[in-house]
């Protein structure tokens, strides 16, 4: 079976531009979650989305939104970009809503903003 | 809130020796835990999980992690540590809100011949 897939691997952008990043979870899987993991730390979450609603929310600006798609897709957009958004994004998958699912982890997409 | 920090940003050891890697949490209700493996520009992959079914837990990889209430940890060990254990390591708790990841800072794990 396939795993979690993200869209695109690597991407350049410069300050004050936007940019969509995407992600397909693993089939079956209704959640998605998203992540921000900057060079040397932890991922901090940004978005969880379960059944098309957003369920939960981290400490990031209104400039990042997203959303998840009847096909349970999800796209990330971060608007007006600043050099801080340079990171690692993750997608995280899982098949239930519950506080002991695994999350299954995408490769990621790596942001960097000039 | 719920949260875990990791004791130790980087740990060396040699090949075959026994690898310790701290974790403790702080929650007000019995959490989730859950450890992490990341290896270069890839995702993260689940080593194992604590749900409260049993205090010591098995992973995958020979790695396993005991759940201590008294001490409120949960240190992943493995007996013996081979080259390919090298990768950074991410302690996890399970939040209250949408029950997302509060992960810790990481700890890279060196192995040396």
């Known amino acids: 079976d396939a795993g979690v897939t993200q869209s695109p691997t690597h991407l350049i952008k410069t300050r004050g531009q936007q940019v969509t990043l995407r992600c397909s979870p693993i089939?079956?899987?209704?959640?998605v979650s998203w992540y921000q993991q900057v060079l040397g730390q932890g991922p901090q979450f940004i978005f969880q989305?379960?059944?098309?609603?957003?369920?939960g929310r981290g400490n990031f600006p209104d400039r990042f939104s997203a959303r998840q798609f009847p096909n349970y897709s999800s796209e990330l957009n971060v608007n007006a970009l600043l050099l801080g958004d340079s990171a690692l994004y993750l997608c995280?998958?899982?098949?239930?809503?519950?506080?002991?699912?695994?999350?299954?982890f995408g490769p990621g997409t790596r942001l960097t903003v000039l | 809130a719920q949260s875990v920090t990791q004791l130790g940003s980087h740990v060396s050891v040699s090949e075959g020796a026994l690898v310790l890697l701290r974790c403790n949490y702080s929650s007000s209700v019995p959490p989730y835990l859950f450890w992490y493996v990341q290896y270069p520009n890839q995702g993260l992959q689940l080593l194992l999980k604590y749900t409260s079914a049993a205090t010591l837990v098995k992973g995958i990889n020979g790695f396993e992690a005991e759940f201590k209430k008294s001490e409120t940890s949960f240190h992943l060990t493995k007996p013996s540590a081979h080259m390919s254990d090298a990768a950074e390591y991410f302690c996890a708790v399970s939040a209250n809100s949408g029950y997302a990841l509060n992960f810790g800072k990481g700890t890279s794990l060196l192995v040396t011949p």
């Open positions: 995280a998958s899982s098949l239930e809503l519950a506080p002991y699912n695994e999350q299954f």
């Open positions: 089939s079956g899987h209704k959640s």
């Open positions: 989305y379960y059944e098309k609603e957003e369920r």
